[in-house]
């Protein structure tokens, strides 16, 4: 049984940053690409990054591009989004999911496994 569990949520203010962190056991880590999605009141749940299995490939929604860094401990099966100079639009509930293969993608469906979820706020 996959669990994956995020950590790191919470309030802050605008300009500020945020570490979400996502643990996984069950699987073998190493072989999965991973990714975060985020899920705003209202709206559907978007990619926000995803990670090769290997840490060498890396994705980023445009959005998020040079505030948020993606990046894995494959020793310690965990999966870490860096967020800084946040605003109040990345206000969500942010998910942590593992790929079905290695390489990894944008696409929702192709990820078969989710955490619960963790709310970063962001105040103006």
């Known amino acids: 049984q996959v669990q994956l569990v995020e950590s790191g949520g919470g309030l802050v203010q605008a300009g500020g940053s945020l570490r979400l962190s996502c643990a996984a056991s069950?699987?073998?880590?190493?072989?999965?690409?991973m990714g975060w999605f985020r899920q705003a009141p209202g709206k559907e749940r978007d990619f926000v990054a995803a990670?090769?299995?290997?840490?060498?490939?890396?994705d980023y929604q445009d959005s998020v591009k040079g505030r948020f860094t993606i990046s894995r401990d494959n020793d310690k099966n965990t999966v870490n989004l860096q967020m800084n100079t946040l605003k109040p639009e990345d206000t969500a509930v942010y998910y942590c999911?593992?790929?079905?293969?290695?390489?990894?993608?944008?696409?929702?469906?192709?990820?078969?496994?989710w955490g619960q979820g963790t709310q970063v706020t962001v105040s103006s």
């Open positions: 999911a593992m790929h079905r293969g290695g390489v990894g993608s944008r696409r929702r469906s192709e990820y078969d496994y």
């Open positions: 069950g699987r073998t880590f190493s072989t999965y690409a």
């Open positions: 990670i090769s299995w290997s840490g060498y490939t890396v």
